[in-house]
């Protein structure tokens, strides 16, 4: 039976929600009222003159070649991104799930790269990847011959990227997909061992569809973390470059609100931005959740 | 009870009826700047000389982080109305801030507040960049600076040419020659680099050939104004850059700085333009070859004309009190003395804003003895500023240089011809510019 609480009063609950809902009123809905209604208007910077201008904002974005191909980038750039780092996730956890020693230890070293900020991350692949000065570069254009150059070549910037945004994200994979690997009973995998399905076989046919909700879980998060979170790597990587190659949605709106001081633009910019990430959490949670395994 | 209650009256009344002056602690004016480490440390010397100077005004300056930041706090300051009394901004933000409304134009200031500037005593290349269409100056232009070739001495040693002239430009033929041959005998695995594209090779380029950056006089005179790169001119040098990238003799290291000037660090390039403030940060790094620096390439067969500014200038906010006011031009008075000149220009590289400035460091011998000091002071005074030569006044410069560093990059990696990618960048730019104008409608 579940256990219910009831409360005697009939106001209390909205008083004990109250804090919460002020909270979300006023970081949330607020300023995003505010980031519609700026979209509708032309204003300087000083914020002396404002005029409004319907949907000319929003005209003038999906007039410009450039911003579809930045969606377009942004979409590359964050399956590019989850599925890296999600496989990886994966990979390393069912490892790390059958080492033997000093299990404790290896999975603390694995989860350490969460703790590094995006910015920090960025600056720490440059190093390595700059075509000038970083050291992984150098010795892959001397000693592998390949002409590389992310300064210069937008694959390669979004290569390093990509890299760049799932080595970070990779930790965090790992320790949902290690937790979710340790709820899978022992007794399913014995089983079938004893009927003589070998470790790979057993992966696909048990754990992987047992991982299932924390697979689409991960998914979600990865594709809202490239989104968003992975502005700092850009920021410090490319800054959008080369030719505009790596320049995704969130990073545009800083480019042209905060940096450009185009604030109409920057604007409508945001609310298709936040529109797409409503339309694609509905989408996974519409179809692809249909398809989770909740229980075994 | 009722006596103390009575002194206590009267002691307030004491106090109101004092002339403020009595107590009056120095009138406060904030400074928001972006200098930061070594420059950070002159500006905060700089201050604290002119607060030593006088006891009226204690100006406290304040890093706001790069140009961007502090320009955005600038702004949500204002907004906020809790803005300092000088704000520092960058130069491709001087329309942004001339047409907000939010400023007191620096030649108003002065002569409200009664001191006499004999602005003709300026390098009115530097001072052109901040002037409106009147000719009046709307900021006061605090650190300027203009970018100049440098390369590598020993390089050029090694294959037999001659060191280059610091006063006298080479054409770009002749870089297009000496690349070629540092190229072809492998002394240097590539020619030149450049820092900063848009600024050095199409603004610059432009001005120094007096060629419209963009119509009417550059965006001087009126909003409604359209770029005009895609001419057969700049059309020309961008296809011998890549035709040079092509062969090695140019390479390309990024936007900025930083990649570009570890590429000759490194020597993998013999020839580097960037900003005068290069020189300090190549004296610093530079350790196994020596090198000098030379005016910008021009073409042949041309007569140049001054090159253009970059860095930023100090804009007085409105909102504040007469008497704050007065303090803030004391202030920038003190500046532009010849004491903080040349302290400033020694220290950082940035150029002197006043003659009288420079003229008093050339007696003392200083150019003598820092040479390099000097090419970047003689390309910009070496011819009187024409309309297309004094600056660019564009709104949404930030996006434009942008475009244009895009573009180029395009040419560069080989996704477009330089004439699609000038032509692309100006359409681009134009939706910019035109939206630009209508907020301000």
């Known amino acids: 039976m579940i256990k219910r609480s009831f409360f005697k009063s009939r106001y209390l609950p909205y008083l004990l929600i109250f804090p919460q809902i002020l909270v979300t009123l006023t970081f949330f809905y607020w300023p995003a009222i505010q980031g519609i209604l700026q979209s509708f208007m032309l204003s300087d910077p000083f914020g002396r003159k404002s005029t409004f201008v319907w949907f000319y904002n929003y005209i003038e974005l999906f007039t410009d070649p450039l911003y579809l191909k930045s969606i377009l980038i942004t979409f590359v750039f964050s399956l590019a991104t989850a599925a890296v780092s999600i496989s990886l996730g994966l990979f390393i956890a069912s490892m790390a799930n059958r080492a033997l020693k000093a299990k404790a230890l290896v999975r603390t070293m694995l989860i350490w790269p969460y703790a590094v900020a995006p910015a920090i991350s960025g600056i720490m692949w440059l190093f390595l990847l700059h075509p000038s000065y970083g050291v992984v570069a150098l010795a892959i254009k001397k000693w592998m011959g390949i002409d590389w150059n992310p300064v210069l070549y937008g694959s390669d910037a979004m290569i390093m990227i990509v890299m760049a945004s799932a080595w970070k994200e990779v930790s965090y994979n790992f320790v949902f997909f290690m937790a979710g690997m340790q709820a899978v009973p022992k007794s399913l995998i014995e089983a079938a061992a004893i009927d003589g399905a070998g470790p790979l076989r057993r992966f696909w046919t048990i754990t992987f569809p047992l991982l299932s909700p924390t697979f689409f879980f991960l998914t979600v998060m990865n594709i809202i973390y490239s989104f968003f979170e992975t502005f700092g790597i850009i920021h410090t990587v490319t800054q959008g470059g080369p030719g505009g190659s790596t320049n995704i949605l969130v990073y545009k709106v800083y480019q042209d609100g905060f940096v450009g001081l185009n604030l109409g633009s920057s604007a409508a910019q945001s609310v298709v931005l936040m529109s797409l990430i409503i339309i694609i959490t509905v989408l996974q949670f519409k179809f692809v959740e249909k398809k989770v395994q909740y229980s075994g | ?319 504040h009190t007469k008497e704050e006011y007065k303090g803030a031009a004391a202030f920038l008075k003190f500046l532009s003395s010849n004491q903080m000149q040349e302290y400033w220009h020694k220290e950082t590289g940035y150029f002197p804003i006043t003659i009288d400035a420079y003229e008093d460091l050339k007696s003392k011998g200083y150019y003598t003895a820092n040479p390099l000091q000097e090419v970047g002071i003689t390309q910009l005074n070496r011819a009187i500023p024409t309309e297309i030569s004094r600056g660019l006044r564009l709104g949404y410069f930030v996006q434009i240089r942008n475009i244009i560093n895009e573009e180029l990059e395009m040419v560069w990696n080989g996704k477009k011809a330089p004439q699609k990618a000038l032509d692309d960048a100006v359409a681009r730019s134009n939706t910019q510019l035109a939206t630009f104008a209508k907020t301000y409608k």
């Open chain 2, 1 to 319: 009870m009722k006596l103390s209650r009575f002194c206590l009256l009267f002691i307030t009344a004491v106090c109101l009826a004092l002339p403020a002056s009595a107590f009056a602690k120095p009138v406060t004016i904030n400074w928001w700047h972006a200098m930061r480490s070594a420059r950070g440390e002159v500006a905060a010397k700089m201050i604290a000389d002119f607060n030593a100077s006088q006891s009226d005004y204690k100006v406290v300056g304040t890093f706001k982080g790069n140009y961007d930041e502090t320009m955005n706090a600038g702004v949500a300051a204002f907004r906020a109305k809790k803005q300092p009394h000088i704000l520092q901004v960058f130069e491709v933000g001087t329309q942004t801030m001339m047409l907000s409304g939010a400023v007191y134009p620096v030649f108003e200031l002065m002569k409200d507040a009664g001191i006499e500037v004999d602005w003709s005593r300026y390098l009115q290349a530097v001072l052109s960049y901040y002037m409106n269409a009147d000719g009046n100056l709307m900021s006061m232009p605090f650190n300027s600076s203009t970018p100049i070739m440098y390369y590598n001495v020993d390089m050029f040693k090694k294959a037999g040419i001659a060191p280059l002239s610091k006063t006298e430009p080479v054409t770009w033929d002749e870089l297009g020659e000496i690349t070629k041959k540092l190229v072809d005998a492998k002394i240097a695995p590539a020619g030149m680099v450049t820092a900063w594209q848009s600024w050095t090779q199409i603004e610059n380029y432009s001005a120094i050939h007096n060629i419209a950056f963009a119509s009417k006089a550059n965006g001087y005179k009126g909003l409604d104004c359209k770029l005009e790169i895609n001419n057969p001119t700049v059309a020309k040098h961008i296809e011998r850059l890549k035709s040079w990238a092509d062969d090695k003799r140019f390479m390309y290291g990024g936007q900025k700085y930083q990649g570009p000037k570890s590429e000759f660090i490194a020597q993998n390039a013999a020839i580097y333009i960037d900003s005068i403030s290069g020189i300090a940060k190549l004296k610093k790094a530079v350790k196994d070859f020596k090198w000098d620096a030379a005016p910008l390439p021009i073409e042949a067969g041309t007569k140049p004309q001054n090159s253009i500014i970059g860095g930023a200038s100090l804009w007085v906010l409105n909102g």
